[in-house]
């Protein structure tokens, strides 16, 4: 699966992943009022105005980016609904050719890591039929449980060629708390980094497109280039997915420490910064209208910045 | 809340709660062939099985025990239908006065965790109207991303008067990867125990009822009995939540240390042991068509365990 990642960063010339993370507010009024008007307000409104907010960001960006991050919290706060827009979207954007991460962040002792594996990434089997639930490409996943959680991810990424992105260093300001915790003068996340390079060689994609990387990689915040630089170093084979720039605080400058000499091994995710660019006062001109439009100029803008930052 | 939760651990003298997190392969087959006859051998059906099998268990053990803890994965693999399976099975519990632990395990970055929240324990607002999307009592919530992750569910908590479990030890082989490691000579398990000493300051519940405990708990493994004794003592205004009781290989007698001197402080889970009851040898003479009246015989059966174990 991160062949197909890195081959699609490279047509699209940018490293870029877009979160679609739908806040009720960031979606244009006459979205809403529309779907209210269909379905009243309710969580099947909501869920209906996410979904076309989502539809309009996907149309207007899918020609210039590899992948998109929905952030599941989002949909799972409108119920039921709220998650039937969350498998929407995944279908919709992939359809679109996009890769889907779905930002997930699960993980639980085995047995119930394998089940969130089989809804997210895998198939279940019911008698004589399978589904996937879920379907996305890659998620994310949180690794406080240790090995036993990890498995049996690993396992279904194996199984349907899926990929994973394991929570080393986050991009949120208490990250710290326990991450940087101090063991034998490693901090808690470079043991998670090893950790990392160990399930990787475990979760290997042996297409020469992978240029090396495996289906296991990290997530560690563009807040934090000083911990990017020294993690690129200690897991060559992980890809990193790199949260937190533009509304957090990261910028494209701060970023090439997370690149490898090919200026690969990283994808940056944008969420608020594109998908509500339209609330912002440098993209005021497009309009309420011009949401999508407004979207597909921050993803040009953040292109050219992390383009400039990587030389 | 946890004043709620100690209520009914007092009337039912049962320190117990049922994991209900069933595999299809836990469902007697008279039970999936009803629900494939009538939805068919899709997602739908297998939702509708888990959904009956469920009810079922409820209808039988429910006078005898507090709580019980849906554990969502296991819904999730089933998708949209699955996860109206876990909804359902929340209504009914309730319906029936019992307490539910949401075992979703959920942790991000602030305004993430809001909306796992708002869609777990609280309520979402759509328009002028506002919504309770699954409703659990309480939710198991991972602390890996500190305390800028688990303060948005404090905040709904005290808005709404709901309760967590943190997860400090884990009760599966790997949990020490990570969390026992030492920095300065305390384990990470302890670390997180000291927040969850803060976090609880910040969400008390105030009723006499609650013998002091606050609303933040904590879920500490029934296999590392000796950390249990030892973060009973570090944590005295944390209820524990104690998976791994049963299947894992926890038991009775290794619990007494959970608990404080009034016997209270604690809850035991059990899933697999009671809700697959009907499968182990000593309860099969109840037969696949007493597939309930055989956890309820288990759930009599723990209790006693559990009842000896604290004198």
Request: charged share 20%.
């Amino acid at each position: 699966m991160i062949s197909k990642l890195i081959a699609a960063i490279k047509k699209t010339n940018a490293p870029i992943v877009v979160g679609l993370d739908p806040m009720l507010d960031y979606v244009p009024s006459f979205i809403r009022e529309a779907a209210f008007a269909e379905c009243g307000e309710t969580l099947e409104g909501a869920a209906e105005a996410i979904w076309v907010f989502n539809k309009g960001l996907i149309d207007a960006t899918y020609d210039l980016i590899p992948a998109v991050k929905p952030q599941i919290a989002m949909y799972e706060q409108f119920g039921i609904p709220g998650l039937t827009a969350y498998k929407k979207t995944v279908d919709y954007a992939k359809s679109r050719g996009l890769v889907v991460i779905g930002d997930i962040k699960r993980g639980d002792i085995g047995s119930t890591s394998g089940a969130y594996a089989t809804g997210h990434i895998g198939r279940v089997q019911v008698g004589s039929q399978s589904y996937a639930p879920f379907d996305a490409d890659m998620i994310t996943v949180n690794p406080y449980m240790g090995s036993d959680a990890v498995n049996p991810f690993i396992k279904v990424c194996n199984e349907f060629d899926k990929g994973l992105f394991i929570l080393v260093k986050t991009s949120n300001p208490s990250s710290g708390e326990f991450q940087d915790r101090l063991v034998d003068g490693t901090p808690v996340y470079e043991l998670v980094a090893d950790m990392v390079n160990k399930w990787g060689a475990a979760c290997p994609d042996p297409a020469p497109e992978a240029c090396g990387y495996t289906n296991v990689g990290a997530v560690v915040g563009a807040t934090y280039p000083e911990m990017g630089k020294r993690l690129r170093e200690l897991m060559p084979g992980a890809f990193i997915l790199v949260p937190g720039y533009g509304a957090q605080g990261g910028k494209g400058k701060d970023l090439t420490g997370f690149f490898d000499d090919n200026g690969l091994g990283a994808i940056v995710n944008s969420s608020r910064g594109i998908i509500a660019a339209w609330k912002k006062a440098e993209y005021a001109s497009f309009g309420e209208g011009g949401y999508a439009d407004a979207a597909r100029a921050a993803v040009l803008d953040m292109r050219e910045d992390i383009g400039r930052a990587l030389g």
